[in-house]
């Protein structure tokens, strides 16, 4: 399912003394399939970027069409429910929503509320558990009894017993400890590969975007500025470091290394094993 925003603009509150524009004039496209990242400062607009996905906001200005959907500005806008249906939210701390007093009546939930039969729902809540790698165990332990981490697993859970096209990720694997952030982030990279999930991550984290995503968009002041592959958009540190983001910590150190030694390796790395083996090459060539 293709994505496509086209010349939006979304202000707060519009027409009251306390309007804030927050994006405007933003165009990005999103093919079937791809991992996109969207990074920027704090206030720059990712958020407001992600609602319009699936239409929890729509456009003051322009257009936003989501599969063989459109919602456009200033127009009476129908069929937002199978929108959301098609295109699924995991926000910051999802767990923070869980309410039901079982782990399967939290995840059933959204589907019934979409008209999926109680049998059909529980199939897929297994399905879903197993997918976000929990036992079939807990499904009838309330959620408030388990760890952080599997209550995060079950809200993600609840998101896919939705069957999603698209998935969209507001800062997944915030709290979370490094070893569990790799194992979410591992998750959804699996997911997108295996079903060709579309996904859009909204991150902080280079080091995630650098991983991860196929497209990487920069958002600056409500506006977009770059959009590039991982390589293209980490090979100008000089213009990240000048919006006031970072680069990831390998491209970092084959800068400094490339300073210390006065050499150019003529391409930017983005993991340590092709880092060190283009220095193992040109250091076995310096001793022929
Ligand atoms: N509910 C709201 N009412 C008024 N202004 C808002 C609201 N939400 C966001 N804004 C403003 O819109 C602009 C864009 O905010 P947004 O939350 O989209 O940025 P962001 O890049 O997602 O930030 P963060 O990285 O902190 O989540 C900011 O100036 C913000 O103050």
Known sequence: ?????????????ANTPFERLAIKDVSINIPTGTYM?????????????????????VPTEGTVVIGNHEVKAKQKNKNLKQIRQKVGIVFQFPEHQLFEETVEKDIIFGPMNFGVSEAEAKERARFALQQVGLSQEILEK????????????VAIAGVLAMEPDCLVLDEPTAGLDPRGRKEIMDMFYSLHKERNLTTILVTHSMEDA??????????????????????????????????????P????????????????LGATYLSIEELSSAVAQLLRGAHV
């Open 37 to 57: 990242a969207l990074i920027g400062h704090t206030g720059s607009g990712k958020s407001t970027v992600l609602q319009h996905l699936n239409a929890l906001l």
């Open 1 to 13: 399912m293709d994505i496509s925003l086209q010349n939006i603009e979304y202000r707060y509150q």
């Open 142 to 153: 309330s959620p408030f009894d388990l760890s952080g981490g599997q209550m995060r697993r």
């Open 249 to 264: 910590e390998v491209v970092r150190f084959q800068r400094s290394l490339e300073e210390k030694l006065g050499i150019t």
């Open 210 to 247: 650098a991983q991860y995503a196929d497209q990487i968009i920069i958002m600056q002041q409500g506006q977009v500025v770059k959009q590039g592959t991982p390589i293209e958009i980490f090979s100008s540190v000089t213009e990240l470091v000048d919006m006031g983001l970072d680069v």
